[in-house]
């Protein structure tokens, strides 16, 4: 199957400092989506992003499908953003493949 | 964007019965429809495929048995723990998909056995 992984695992920040989020993927994939995943297990889906960029808000991403990988951007960041961040590739079957996630702590 | 729910959002049962989970979407047909597993602080994995009025496709080292699953309607699909034990305690999360857009997610489901 499809492999994703993502990095850094972990990452704590001060709040208003930026980060950036990696996922990479091994194969070919129909789309890719970010994913926040809030403390009760719901997923906030934040970008739903095949290709190129995107931005809303605070947050951007882009995807650079040749080279099989996405990048999730957080500007200024607050301790709301705190949580595990998800990227997901999904097939031509509708099928998502979830990445290893980020666990993200923004401290004030 | 589409609406996916799930039902119930956490349930604890003990040792040795079979609990059912409902996934239904509420404003769309949902040909596929696709359930996933989360431990904690770890990432979801893919459990099963299961496509209306047909039998589900299972991953490799699911067990088929363990975990039923029907998708009788274009708008429910069901998944049953049977025989529950503490490590089948988990987050259970499903999707469903028309087949035009993307998948959309349900709440999940926390499941305790006890």
């Known amino acids: 199957g499809i492999q994703v992984e993502q990095s850094p695992p972990d990452l704590i920040l001060q709040e208003g400092a930026n980060s950036t989020l990696r996922c990479n993927f091994s194969d070919s994939v129909n789309n890719l989506q970010w994913f926040h995943q809030n403390p009760w297990g719901q997923l906030i889906n934040l970008f739903y992003?095949?290709?190129g960029t995107k931005q809303n808000g605070r947050l951007s991403a882009t995807t650079v499908a040749t080279e099989r990988y996405s990048l999730l951007y957080i500007s200024s960041s607050q301790t709301t953003d705190s949580g595990v961040y998800f990227c997901a590739v999904e097939t031509a079957g509708n099928q998502f493949y979830f990445g290893t996630g980020t666990s993200l702590t923004v401290i004030p | 964007g589409a609406v996916v729910s799930q039902h119930p959002s956490r349930v604890i049962c003990k040792s040795g019965t079979s609990v059912k989970i409902e996934c239904r979407s509420l404003d769309f047909q949902a040909t596929t429809m696709f359930w996933y597993r989360q431990f904690p602080k770890q990432s979801l994995m893919l459990m099963a495929t299961s496509n209306e009025g047909s039998k589900a496709t299972y991953e490799q080292g699911v067990e088929k048995d363990k975990f039923l699953i029907n998708h009788a309607s274009l708008t429910l699909s069901t998944l049953t723990v049977t025989s529950a034990h503490p490590e089948d305690s988990s987050f259970y999360i499903c999707s469903a998909s028309s087949g035009e857009t993307e998948a959309f997610f349900g709440q999940g489901t926390r499941l305790t056995v006890v």
């Open positions: 992003i095949p290709s």
